[in-house]
């Protein structure tokens, strides 16, 4: 549906450079990066109010280089929402289909079936000023999906509310997305957001695209040490491989060894990046299983969290581990107690180290 | 003395000082004068006058300003930096200075040509308006360009988004919330118009019963030491100001402080 082709846009000193992504239909990409990555600037260049240098952007086979932003079929859901403030909830619904002159009887009944679904009948006569921030977040929404739109280009929109009030409204639009077959860029940094919505992602780092692929492939095996920094990766230790035999790699780190999934080019040198859902953290030795990497470590710290805490480890480097509070005390976990941490070898992946 | 304190004693002197102002013309207040002065045929025609031409120039500044305004504070253009520049051009240059380069204007060529085969400006009506007119466009565009400054133009960007032309998303979502500033624009234009003594009297004179404004009535009776006539219609002067002015109260709420 979308298609970015070596995409180049300046935004005053700031440049985004030769991006290629592609949306398919009924598809949610998330565009993942922090602050003056680029994100913007790309949203801006798909919306059409900065001109690109070079590159082109398609939607639905079209060239969007000369179609004025009110011909692109976008829905656009802005961080600020930009809900009209002098008028209500239901002239800011009807919006679209007063600027481009359709009848009532056209859209009055996708408007009221959105309505439904978001649940904000009773807000129709009301003024912006007058909702709650979800409220607002919701006739954002429906008004964006409204004007029955090609592309659903969403700016962090959840990123002013709070937790709860983000994940049940995660919820909804993962229901209208999958319900409506909406094709959609989310713009984010909240890396939990674009692995809630998203099916796959694009992560921005400096006005460059360093990972791209599906949601799962880009979290579990970061393709740079840049990436794995951003996505928040809590075991990142430099690590080097010293024998690779029937595709597992035999890798030393601190004092320990552990065994990897080899892959082309991880040779040598390399950052070892384990996420802390994925170790399991045992006592008092256990049975024979099939994980690979079973080292003998000593909790160092426990720190709380919500819902699950971070355990600090020593296993011959710093290794991380998130656990729940149960398993927490059902394993008396505290400073000093030694335990067995288990990390299956797919969940041991291997950073080429550059430089 | 508190900052309160000596904050406020500043606030209350500004007070004095224009209260002041209007409470000494009590001194040659005479009922009878007033009265002759208020309801002379000379002293309705420059009321007339005056109400009339300060409305066509707040409205023909008006029309300028808006798209101006908006130019500045949406895009980037080749000469907007000089644009932003000249419009204190007015402020600067006394109203005087102003009125007179508007009549070397009509002695020029061009001017001439003007005055013989489009619009004759010199002492005339025209001139009146046109006098008023470059006063108060500059104060117009730059507190229009403010207001269109306060709508966040991601607003125009959505409305596109969901269908809406540049030209509708202006007229139904910027205009629209920049309503107070466009009163609040108009009415103090109207108000700085209708004050407008020094440009009005280079381009148009002092013509009686034709181009006598307001101020310039003033003018002409103090300078025929009529203090009572000159009180009368100072009078008359300030209270259409200040009726002005507390309309743009009543119309903008507290929000705006004209």
């Given amino acids: 549906m979308l298609e970015i082709e070596s995409l180049t846009v300046a935004a005053g000193n700031f440049r985004l450079r030769d991006v290629n992504l592609a949306v398919g239909r009924g598809e949610c990409h998330a565009v993942l990066g922090p602050s003056g990555s680029g994100k913007s600037t790309l949203l801006n ?16 086979g079209a060239d969007l280089k000369r179609v004025p932003i009110e011909r692109r079929g976008l829905g656009y859901l802005p961080q600020q929402l930009g809900l009209f403030p002098h008028l209500t909830v239901r002239d800011n619904l009807t919006y679209s289909a007063r600027a481009r002159g359709v009848p009532a009887a056209e859209f009055q009944p996708l408007v009221d079936k959105l309505v ?59 229901e209208l997305q999958r319900e409506r077959q909406l094709t959609v860029l989310l713009i984010t940094h909240d890396l939990a957001e674009a692995y809630f919505l998203s099916d796959r992602v694009t992560v921005l780092l400096d006005g460059r695209v360093v990972q791209q692929g599906e949601k799962a492939e880009v979290y579990g095996r970061p393709a740079a040490p840049e990436v794995a920094r951003f996505l928040g990766v809590e075991t990142l230790q430099p690590g080097r491989v010293v024998s690779v035999r029937d595709g597992l790699a035999t890798v030393e780190v601190g004092t320990a060894r552990l065994t990897a999934l080899a892959s082309p080019g991880t040779v040598g040198e390399v950052l070892v990046s384990i996420r802390g ?30 819902p699950l805490l971070c355990v600090e480890l020593d296993a011959g480097f710093p290794l991380f581990a998130f656990i729940t509070r149960p398993a927490c005390e059902e394993l008396d976990l505290r400073p000093g107690v030694t335990v067995n941490a288990l990390i299956k070898a797919p969940a041991v992946h291997l950073i080429p180290r550059s430089g | 003395m ?71 504070s949406r895009y980037r253009f080749r000469g907007r930096e000089l644009v932003d520049t000249v419009l204190e051009f007015p402020i600067i240059v006394s109203p005087a200075a102003l009125g007179a380069m508007l009549l070397i204007f009509f002695n020029n060529p061009l001017g001439e040509w003007i005055q013989d085969n489009v619009l004759r400006f010199v002492f005339s009506f025209a001139g009146i308006v046109l006098a008023q007119f470059v006063t108060v466009l500059g104060v117009a565009v730059r507190l229009l360009k403010t207001s269109f400054d306060e709508v966040p133009a991601e607003l125009e960007t959505v409305a596109r988004t969901l269908g809406a032309t540049p030209r509708h998303a ?61 009180v009368a219609l100072i009078l008359v002067l300030v209270s259409i100001g200040l009726a002005a002015l507390y309309a743009t109260r009543r119309l903008l709420g507290k929000a705006v402080h004209a």
Avoid: H
């Fill in chain 2, 170 to 230: 202006f007229f139904t979502v910027t205009l629209p919330l920049a309503r107070r500033g466009l009163i609040a624009a108009f009415i103090l234009a109207w108000a700085k118009a209708l004050g407008e003594f020094g440009a009005t009297i280079m381009v148009a004179g002092t013509m009686a019963m034709r181009t006598e404004t307001l101020p310039v009535a003033i003018f002409l009776r103090l300078a025929s030491a009529d203090i009572e006539g000159t």
């Fill in chain 1, 45 to 60: 260049a798909v919306l059409g109010v900065l001109p690109s240098e070079s590159g082109r952007i398609r939607l639905a």
């Fill in chain 1, 116 to 174: 439904a679904a978001t649940g904000i009948g009773a807000l129709l006569d009301r003024r912006p000023a007058t909702l709650s921030g979800g409220e607002r977040q919701r006739v954002g929404l429906v008004r964006a999906l409204a004007s029955q739109p090609r592309l659903v280009l969403l700016d962090e929109p959840f990123t002013a509310l709070n937790e709860s009030l983000r994940r049940e409204l995660w919820w909804l639009l993962r």
């Fill in chain 2, 2 to 72: 508190t900052l309160r304190r000596s904050t406020i004693a500043a606030a209350l002197a500004v007070l004095l000082l224009y209260g002041g102002l209007i409470l000494s013309l009590a001194w040659f207040l005479d009922g009878a004068a007033v009265r002759a002065a208020v309801q002379s045929e000379r002293t309705l025609f420059a009321v007339r006058l005056s109400l009339v031409a300060a409305t066509l120039a707040a409205t023909l500044a008006l029309l300028l300003a808006v798209p101006a305004a908006y130019a500045l």
């Fill in chain 1, 277 to 306: 859902d994925e170790v399991i953290l045992q006592r008092d030795g256990g049975a024979v299983s099939s994980v690979r990497n079973a080292l003998p470590a000593r909790v160092v710290s426990v720190r709380p969290g919500s």
